[in-house]
Structures are given as C-alpha cells and as structure tokens.
C-alpha cells in the first residue's frame, strides 16, 4: 500500500542519521527526536504562556528562542514564534512554517553553534516536560467530528439492529457533525461523569448520572490558513490546508447520546473532550504519507470534488493508535495498565484532505485553528476497535482489563483512559504524538 | 394563557407614556420606542466598531454617550459600554444591564438635562440607522441550534413518511445540535447558492448546485454570564443567563441536508446562517413573558430537571414573527413584498431557559455570546408555517408569492427574505426587533 511517488518533501530533517545535543531526543523509542519536533503551548512564566516545541524529555520555549535571536526566520515567522499561543502560526503557509522546522533543526541538531546559549539560559530555555503546565495548543474557533472508519460505523450499526448498519451516505462523502468548542480541555484534565437524560434498563425516560460512559480514540487536524466565506478548498489544495495531528479523546455517554440523538450527538459529548497537547505537523509526518483506502469495485464512484490523484496516492497516514486503560484497583494494587485498542489511522474510509474540502465544499470557511476530528479510528481486526461500546458489544459482553480479573461493560468512576500514538517507517526515525490522558471522575452529587 | 403573576420586573422604562425627545421614537408602530433600547454593533469610525442603541430612527453611540460622561452606571458597565462589541456587557449580571438600561432611558427620555449634548455632539452621537454598517453583535463562542416546535417536527416527520413523525425524545427534551459559527453573518449579507452532494431526480447521488434551498424563522436568544464546565444551571436560574433575543434565518439547503444528515445537520445549514443585528433585551421583554405551552395529559411528566414554577408561569415570549418575500420578477415589475409566514415565539413547546438549563445539564460549559436558536417556530394553523419545506410541503405544492402569479417549491436565485417580528400586550407599547433580510444569489460556476 505504501506510495511509490513520494509526493510530499521529505529533506534532511527527515534524516534517520540526525542526532540532537539534548541526548533524550536520540534514544531508541524516543517519542521526540529531532525529526518531529511537535508543538505545544505551555505556562512560560507567571503570567503568560509560549509556544513550546518538544526534544527528548524536553520542551523548547520557542519565544525565548526567538528573542534570544536564534532562529533564522522571515519576520512573519519570528511574530507567530514568540506568540502567546499557535494561531499565528497556523495561519501562515507550509513554506513559512517548514522555515521554522528547518531553524528548530539546525538549532537542536548535535552540532549546532546555539547549543551553549540554549543551554545555559536564565531563565531555563528548556524544561522538562515532566514539569510543564500544557494548554490548549490554540483558539480553536471551530470543532468538526467527523465519522470515517467503516469497521467503527458498521459495528454501531448492527448494535442498533440497523438493517443495513452502513449507512448509505458513508460510502459517497465523509459524513460529520458540530462538535462543542467550550469543552475542550487538554489531557490531564479530570473528566467528571455528566448527568443526562437517558432510557434506564426498565425503558423509563430518567435524569441522572449516565452510566454507558466511553472514550473514543480519535486523531484530529489541525487547520492551516483558513479559507473565505463561499470559497471551497478544491481536494487537491487541501493538503496545504492541515497544520498537523493531535490525538484526542471523543469522551461519550452512550446512554445520553443514544436517547437524544435526532439532530446528532450532543449532551452525550459536549461534557469534555481531551486533547493532546502535542501537534506533530505535516512535515514531521510527511515520510508516513500512504495511500487512502481502497474502494472496492462495488463502492460508490468517488465524485470529482472528493478525488485527486495526489490524495488517493498519499492522503492516508501509517500511524499505529493505541488506548490504554487503568483502574483505581489496578493503581491500587500496583498493576501496570492495559492496553485495550490497537488501531491504525489508515483504517480510515476517508483522507483528511477530503474531509477539509468537503466541509468547504459548500463554501463554509475553516479559519486556522479549527479541529477536524477523525472519528473512532477502529480497524476490521479483533483488538482494533477504538471504543468499549465495540469492544463490549455496547455494554452486552464484558471485557477484562486487568490480571486481577476486573470487567469492564462501560467506563468506571476512577477509571483512566491514555492514548498513545506512533508513526512508523522503514528507513526513517518513528515518531510519536505524547500522550492524551484523562480520568472520570464520579458524577457531582448536587444535581442527583 | 397571560401570566398574572408577573414574576420579571416591570418598572418605568416600559411605562406607556413614556416619550423620547427623539421624535421618530414616539411614532406609533415604531420599533424602536423608547421603551425597547436594543444594541446593535455598527462601524464607528474609520478604525473602529462601537455598541449601538436603536432608538427612533437613530442609533445612538454608546461609547461616545459613555465617554462624554452621560451614563450615570457604575465603572464595570462603563468599561462594557466602550467596548467594540457585545461580550463585555453579556458578561456582567442582569443588575448592571438592567442599570444600563435605566441610564439610557433617562439620557433618551422627553426632558433629559443630556438632550442638547447627545444632539450637538461632534462628530454625532446620533445616526440614521438607514446609513450604518453593522457587524454580529459580539464574538460568538458557540452557536446551538434547537428543534421545539412540534408542529415544524411534525411536518417533517410527515414528509418523510415517517410512522412516529415526532421523535420519542421530542416531548422529553429540548432537542438540539452545534451549528457552525464562522459562517454566521449579519443581516444583508448575500448569502450564496452552495454547492454540495445530494439525491437528484433521479435518485443519483451527484454534486452541484442545491436546488432545494429554504430559510428557516426562528428567534436567538444571546447567553449572558455562562457557567463553569461541570457546573450545570437550575432551570430556575436559567433566565438570568440570557441577555435578549434576535431574529435569525437559519437557512438550509434540503437536498444536501437530507443526503448528509446520519450525526445531525452539517453542510445543509453550514453555508451560512444570517443574524439580525439588533439584540432586544431580556429587560425590554419582562412585559411580554407568558406562561410556557401547556403540556397535554398524555404528554409524559416534565423531569425535575427542566421544570421550575417561575418558568412555566412566564417563560415564554409573545413575539409575533413574520416572514416575507421579494423576488427580482418582483422587483422589476414594482411589486411589494409578499407575506409568507405569520408565526408566534409561544408556539414553541420548550422555553428558552429550559434550552439553556438542559444545555448545562451535563456539564457543558456556556460562555457570554453564545447563541441559541429556538429553532423554526412554526405554528399549528395555515400560514404560521416557518419555512417553505412546510408551506410547499418538501416542495410538492408551490406556493404562490405574487399578484402576477409567480410560484415557488424552493428559493429561486435574487429571492429576498425578509423577517420581522414584534412583541405587543394590552397597556404595553408594542417593540419590535428590526429586521433580518438576505439575498440569495446563484451558485459559484467554478464549482460546477
């Protein structure tokens, strides 16, 4: 499946032999080496927050970087640089932001002549990550969800008792929804069980804390640039459109959604979503650009606005996705978490080319900074489902989690739910995305 | 149906013999009295927007009224007052709008001492509406849209041949989707034809133009203070969370939204949403409350959740809302604008704070500035339909729009709609809420 005509620049900070000073970065299985260079927005100081950039066990305050006259970029480049948070930067081009890779390499890289000012700064230029405070990596202004693996569809489907569980537009575009802005929180934040309104196992219409909890194991994009109100992206310019990838945590109460839902998810999802705080951009990932999915011969013709060659050549990403799970008696009794997903981004039906300019193709406007979800990133395979509700058969049949015997039908109070993600390649470095990581909390008793 | 119990305070500045020195405002049928005082956002300057009051004819400057020293308010609503949009002031409590309201009133009222500065300001504090720019009232964080009239539920469940036209959780709760915000655009704005996938004729899946174009009636209310994430809103606090209310025309493309919809509507609304850019206040409105529809014996129980005595005693609004027509054919020949709608807001089966109080039921965080839509506020009878889908029935029956005979199924190219709306109760001086008015022009050829 891997595309013979590399489309997409891969150049010397793709290099497998590239070595940094910051020894962290240059050990095996490092999830930072110098050839990702993923961004994230950090507490700087008392009162502000910088972009960060991650190396090894470290992150690099970019603004301090810039000020202290470190890289050599284009003055556009140097402003988004020492912004408070990644909008700025988002809203240039791909040329101006592989400018600013390029000067993180050569700054980072073993035989950089910054090395010692980096170093040595005071206040530190580098901190470890262990001991950062993160954010939200940007204003995000909008928040789409979109619904692109088969396998995650189908299964939901049939959970349903759907006749046909695909649903026939899922076939001929990438079918999504509105998320909700406000409830983004980034991983670490404690995700509190929501109350709702739901059918109990009697049928009754009841008000109160949901029990069919779940996480949803999603990769999201980040939008670069943006483009005006009745101007769609044409699927072929789309690519110059996505900043980079973040895992996410489409936390759902199944029970609520379930209930609700004649206009879509709402009240089910809008409690929280957990966001990484790392975004590992296009050009990092450029060496694990694969083929989008194959259409069988009995799939629906693709229609001209959601095909081009480049995309169906290297829209898609190898990138293995895993979720991971840990209970309070699992902590408590000194078991290590378990790993209950193995999936991969590309099981998905639809490139993120295509999503962005289908959301556009009615002349919608993306601004930089908005969130295209990928959906639930389940594979075909046993263990790659990316939810309990297909792990459990929607709550019907119990999965272990831990050595000790403990079953899980749905989330639990004290439960922690930890993505992890890595993209891989022959020839090349592999790089990872952090972790995202959140954990429920019981529901708040005033409003029982 | 009127509520005896007025539990909403009425007090001088909705007394009937209230008159402005502004003369236009003391003219019967006038929107904009003195007992009204809605904001707007309008073009200052060459440099800036500022906060707007309509009053007659005129818009008066907040900021430069508050920066002359005219507004006898308490520094938080001062610094709300010279702002360049609505967020600063939605943010504060009912107390400081209702205090800002008070001071507007006494500088606006027949024998204010402030008469001869606001009148001999330079440059003016005072303009003709008919030649400001308006912009959106504030940055809108969030944009929910609501289904709560049953009769427009009901309609579409018909047209679909659905069994149970009205969705079981219909009479349970307030249903609702995120609608999209970046394409939210103030009144006048064009809106253009879009593009997109749909079913043609003939039953193929194809990409083009939408032909099944419509708009939809419906009244926004603006969300003042918010709540913290995880913090719900008792539905009896509800209404002290909504800073007034705006016409808006959600328009749809049919054929793309029946096509897509599988999570709720996307790309049929996405395209762009129109907003009048007049906020009536919840103040202005304490006249107008009614008791909340009546729920039939066979309706199920109201949950604790979205129940409160306050609410159902006076949680609706008696707000007339009108649709109207005017197409180039029209135009040409010098003809006025036909009526398509004649509506009510009571029509509505949920109230706008019980919408608010089951948004936050599961946590979710509301900001100042959001913005949630009652949804098509169709009636029961002929003629209060709020879209064309219900007029044309889905497009099967034209319906005539001129004396010269022209029909329409969907919107055609150069159509105008145009709403309106007015608040009216015995002893009262009637308010109304400006205008919401768009154009359709046809579809980007590039796209074909």
Redesign the interface.
Known sequence: METDKMTYLIDATHAPAARSWIHSANVDGCEFPIQNLPFCVFTADAVSTAIGVGIGDRVLNLRAAAEAGLLNVDPAVSRAAVASNLNLLMSLDEGRSNSLRHALFKLLLADSPGRDIVASAVPPMLRPIDEVVFHLPCRI??YT?F?TSRHHTERHGRFKGLKDPL?P??M??P?????????M?VSGTDV?R????FKDAAGR???GP?VAMDFELEMGAFVRKGNE??R?VPVEDASGHLFGLSLFNDWS?KD?QW??????????K???TSLSPWIVTMEALAPFRVSAASRAADD?EL???LRAASDQQAGAFDIEMEAWISSNGMRDSGQAETRLTLTNLRNLYWTFAQMLS??T???????AG?FLGSGTASGAEPGSEGCLTEITSAGTRPVRISASGEERRWLEDGDEIIFRACARRPGFVPIGFGECRGRLLPA?SD?A
């Open positions: 202004g909008g969800d619904l649903p537009a899922f001929s575009l079918i999504a929804y509105n998320g909700r802005v406000s409830s929180r509190v929501p109350h709702g309104q219409v009841v008000y949901a109100l009745t769609p109460a609520i209930w609700e839902q004649v206009l879509g998810p709402f009240l089910g809008s409690f929280m629906p229609l001209p606005h289908h959301h193709s009615n002349g919608c406007n993306l601004e908005d708040q409003r």
